[in-house]
T-cell receptor, first 112, second 115 residues
């Protein structure tokens, strides 16, 4: 069983839809959770990070962490064509932030 | 957040040769890392580049194949040695700091094709 599982998609939605992206994990030692967005032929860009269970909102993006279920989600409201990208979840432990484990990424396409 | 640049952005190389990838950060950072991203796969950490000392390699990666330098707080290089087609991948540099709890920011990546 891999440490982090993420459905690779692809996921295609119409513009304006609410998008839900999810990852599950098996290692209860993970302490912090991140979402990165990666456009084609670009490096990953940090979108959201959180250290605790619950919700964290930033504009159209909401990150949700449920440590009891070992499940994290990223919600995108009012999705736009510019949101079309691959979304990677990442998790880590320890103080150095060096030990990040990434999901395979979900490819999202938002159609106008 | 730190701005990270990488050179070259892409390259096509012959089997048996070596390529050195450069990573430059626009501010002093504590940690620098090198990742590999193969098609359809997760980002895999190759090593942590330590300033002034040998890099710390992850399981499955060795210094002879992936020598790394970090001469100062803003610059690092990764060399892919004696390349084979299996080394074709995207290589990404990331950095965090100056505070140890800062999140990681990534460079644009180097797309390597080995023929």
């Amino acid at each position: 069983q891999k440490e982090v599982e993420q459905d690779p998609g692809p996921l295609s939605v119409p513009e304006g839809a609410i998008v839900s992206l999810n990852c599950t994990y098996s290692n209860s030692a993970f302490q912090y959770f991140m979402w990165y967005r990666q456009y084609s032929r670009k490096g990953p860009e940090l979108l959201m990070y959180t250290y605790s269970s619950g919700n964290k909102e930033d504009g159209r993006f909401t990150a949700q962490v449920d440590k009891s279920s070992k499940y994290i989600s990223l919600f995108i409201r009012d999705s736009q064509p510019s949101d079309s990208a691959t979304y990677l979840c990442a998790m880590g432990w320890g103080g150095s932030q060096g030990n990040l484990i990434f999901g395979k990424g979900t490819k999202l396409s938002v159609k106008p | 957040s730190a701005v990270i640049s990488q050179k070259p952005s892409r390259d096509i190389c012959q089997r048996g040769t070596s390529l050195t990838i450069q990573c430059q950060v626009d501010s002093q950072v504590t940690m620098m890392f090198w990742y590999r991203q193969q098609p359809g796969q997760s980002l895999t950490l190759i090593a942590t580049a330590n300033q002034g000392s040998e890099a710390t390699y992850e399981s499955g990666f060795v210094i002879d194949k992936f020598p790394i330098s970090r001469p100062n707080l803003t610059f690092s290089t990764l060399t892919v040695s004696n390349m084979s087609p299996e080394d074709s991948s995207i290589y990404l540099c990331s950095a965090s700091g100056p505070v140890l709890t800062d999140t990681q920011y990534f460079g644009p990546g180097t797309r390597l094709t080995v023929l």
